[in-house]
């Protein structure tokens, strides 16, 4: 697990290389969604999102493990999960406001 925060600009970058990502990526992500959700993760987040923050032995290893493909794999795939719940959320938000003639309220917080 890298201990390492990443800076403001990797950030933005692992951001951007996630809205920018091909078909395969999108179906490889999407993949790895689903299991985060049927292991009780959250919807739209990634296993690798949930692991970063974890600390439990599985967690570490796991970390570790990715880590050694791509440094910072965890916080990297948290800047990926935001970048693509902030573009899901614009996106449904102009719907909405389309729809319905008035923009929706945001949820302040998770039921």
Same mark, same amino acid.
């Given at each position: 697990?890298?201990n390492t925060p990443l800076t403001p600009q990797q950030i933005q970058?692992?951001?951007?290389?996630?809205?920018?990502?091909?078909? =395969?990526? #999108?179906?490889?992500?999407? =993949?790895?969604? =689903?299991?985060? $959700? $049927?292991?009780?993760?959250?919807?739209?987040?990634?296993?690798?999102? #949930?692991?970063? #923050?974890?600390?439990?032995?599985?967690?570490?290893?796991?970390?570790?493990?990715?880590?050694? =493909?791509? %440094?910072?794999?965890?916080?990297?795939?948290?800047?990926?999960?935001?970048?693509?719940?902030?573009?899901?959320?614009?996106?449904? $938000?102009?719907?909405? %406001?389309?729809? %319905?003639?008035?923009?929706?309220?945001?949820?302040?917080?998770?039921?």
């Amino acid at each position: 697990m890298s201990n390492t925060p990443l800076t403001p600009q990797q950030i933005q970058e692992a951001q951007q290389r996630a809205l920018h990502e091909d078909y =395969f990526q #999108r179906v490889i992500g999407a =993949f790895d969604v =689903f299991w985060d $959700v $049927v292991t009780d993760g959250l919807p739209d987040e990634t296993i690798s999102s #949930r692991v970063e #923050r974890h600390h439990s032995l599985l967690a570490r290893v796991l970390n570790h493990i990715c880590d050694a =493909f791509q %440094t910072s794999h965890g916080q990297m795939a948290q800047a990926g999960d935001l970048a693509r719940a902030k573009q899901t959320m614009e996106t449904e $938000v102009q719907a909405l %406001t389309q729809e %319905t003639g008035q923009a929706p309220p945001i949820p302040k917080e998770t039921p």
